[in-house]
């Protein structure tokens, strides 16, 4: 990637060396990965729904796999984006609805009950993995209390004074006038 | 040396890069002293402006200390020297530089015909933004090339701090463009929507601009403090309605002059329902900007009334009720900032003590706690309002 990085540089100007610490932390790259992740198991849902339902046991002509398949990949879309807290814990409802889809087909008459018995296993794993990403997303931690900023007028001379130096400036050209010399003008 | 580079959304690094190189016989090369992390940075953070590049050194606020010149410089600048750095590259010589239109000046960008293409006509070049504007390497370094410097440079003198003085590079004269360009009357309101680093700056400048009553809109509660201790009355967009609020303070007129210092990333909350439509469009690439602020600026302001919007914009902004603007008769104005148009009234005006745009730094840290600021800025956390960075 640095080397890619540094193809695209103008021959002077500064190039990458080595590369050090990043903005972006643990969960935030396992979040992304989730997200392409979602967006590939969605569209695999509803590339092979038919198959989806043969699988699980469920009716042919279910339009589940494809209704699910659609929300993986806004999931996807969602964890890939800055909103990724939402992508996140979007994962950990949908992880639900799964649990409660699957747990519905774990009926006795169902011939593929082996088939829904693994996929709940992988879910769950996958639902704690996406429990804790969607939990350590929290925005950066405060290192000291609530500030005060009533004294920061960025006026020294104090804000009465500032509100009586007042000039006009041209947006034309940037020149000062005076409000006494604007009011002349505009007589 | 060691600089802050781009390497995705959200991606930022403290990596070590080759030192920059005179490339040019007008160029110079200073050593950062002091640097800051703009809010425009975090649009490119969040890889909202098209055209970043892994690689690319950020920073478009900055200062330092001449250390090499080029043959070219014609005694503008020697070694030694103490500048600040507009974020503007300006050659100086152009007809827009002649004209005081600093920042689309018509050499500066090295990436012109792509420029052309997208723009319909080149712009300045830019310190550390998009490859739009020519790509240039930013001063989130310790050191920084900086073209066409006999033209690109502000003269800072020894007796003022670089607290003092760091924000002529961007925000304070953005700031002031934004409330100039409103061509106040002493009788006019002005309305600031975001009271973020250069909100914060455009309320200094309507005081001393002469504004009657100034009125600035946010959602943060420590911004919300700066920007009242700075003579303006606050409005929480959390907690009560701007529009109703703003017709309120005069009487039902709305203020005449509206400045959009939030630009392209309005904050999405479920009480302001477009917020949500435009997050979810950008999101799938179907839209650039989030333009609440905009679209509430437009229908609040008193008819013949003037929009300053010193914010920044991406590209694609949808659902914009033109028919209000053209019916109320509305001016809107603006651009990025023709920084050196303003920098000589203003160092004066800091070295007299009118103004100092300190007040404006809550975190000062060393360089390479850069990728962590970035988050801590991005998320307003830590009561913070403005990053400075000491290489």
């Known amino acids: 990637m640095t080397y890619l990085a540094n193809m695209t540089r103008r021959e002077s100007d500064p190039k990458i060396i080595s590369t050090g610490r ?33 699988t699980f046991g469920l009716r042919r002509s279910s339009s589940l796999p494809v209704i699910f398949g659609l929300r993986e990949i806004m999931q996807g879309v969602l964890c890939l984006s800055v909103e990724k807290r939402v992508g996140a814990w979007s994962r950990v409802a949908g992880d639900a609805l799964d649990i409660a889809v699957l747990l519905n087909a774990l009926d006795r008459r169902n011939p593929k009950r082996e088939n829904v018995k693994l996929a709940l296993a992988s879910l769950v ?50 020149s000062a006038l005076s409000i006494e010399e604007r009011r002349a003008q505009q007589v | 040396m060691k600089a802050l580079v781009w390497h995705g959304k959200e991606d930022i690094r403290y990596d070590t890069v080759t030192d920059p190189e005179i490339q040019d016989e007008r160029d110079a ?10 809010g425009s940075d975090l649009h490119l953070f969040h890889n909202f402006i098209p055209a970043m590049l892994p690689g690319d050194i950020m920073g478009h606020e900055s200062m330092g200390e001449v250390v090499e010149t080029g043959r070219g410089l014609n005694g503008t600048l020697k070694k030694g020297d103490r500048i600040v750095v507009p974020f503007t590259i300006i050659c100086g010589e152009c007809e827009q530089c002649r004209r005081g239109n600093y920042s689309v000046c018509q050499r500066t960008n090295r990436n012109k015909s792509i420029a052309e293409k997208v723009f319909g006509h080149t712009t300045a070049g830019l310190f550390g933004y998009t490859h739009l504007t020519g790509g240039y390497p930013g001063g989130q370094a310790e050191y920084l090339r900086v073209p066409f410097a006999d033209a690109t440079h502000i003269k800072v003198p020894d007796g003022l701090s670089d607290e003092q003085v760091l924000f002529l590079s961007d925000i304070l004269p953005t700031g002031w463009q934004a409330v100039v360009q409103c061509d106040l009357e002493p009788t006019d309101t002005v309305a600031i929507w975001g009271c973020g680093p250069v909100g914060q700056m455009a ?64 904050h999405v909350t479920f009480s302001q329902p477009d917020t949500i439509y435009d997050r979810a469009k950008q999101m799938v690439a179907l839209e650039s900007d989030r333009a609440h602020v905009l679209r509430e600026i437009i229908y609040v302001c ?10 920044v914009y991406g590209g694609l902004v949808d659902k914009i009720p033109m028919g209000l603007v053209m019916n109320k008769g509305l001016t809107i104005k603006t651009g990025q900032t023709h920084v050196n148009r303003w920098t000589d009234d203003l160092l004066e005006r800091i070295d007299r003590g009118e103004i100092d745009p300190s007040f404006v730094i809550t975190h ?28």
């Open chain 1, 22 to 54: 990043s903005s972006l932390r643990p969960a935030d790259r396992v979040v992304r990965n989730l997200g392409w992740f979602s967006i590939a198991l969605g569209a695999t849902e509803i590339a092979f729904a038919p198959r989806v339902n043969a």
């Open chain 1, 125 to 174: 794993a996958v639902a704690a993995v996406d429990l804790a990403v969607a939990a350590s997303l929290r925005p950066a931690r405060a290192t000291r209390p609530p500030q005060n900023y009533q004294n920061r007028s960025g006026f020294p001379q104090g804000l009465e004074t500032a509100r009586s130096q007042h000039v006009q400036i041209s947006s034309q050209d940037g």
């Open chain 2, 29 to 38: 090369i200073i050593r950062v002293t002091s640097c800051a992390i703009c």
């Open chain 2, 203 to 266: 309320i200094r400048s309507a005081v001393l601009l002469g504004a009657r009553h100034i009125i600035a809109i946010d959602c943060v509660p420590e911004r919300l403090e700066m920007a009242e201790a700075g003579g303006a009355t606050t409005i929480n967009f959390m907690t009560e309605s701007v529009v109703e609020r703003l017709n309120e303070l005069t009487g039902g007129l709305g203020p005449e002059k509206c400045i959009d210092a939030v630009g392209t990333e309005s």
């Open chain 2, 302 to 311: 008193r008819p013949a009334g003037i929009i300053s919007i010193p914010g």
């Open chain 2, 364 to 391: 000062s840290v060393g360089l390479e706690q850069g990728p962590e600021m970035y988050r801590v800025f991005r998320d307003k956390s830590d009561s913070c309002v403005k990053v400075l960075l000491k290489p």
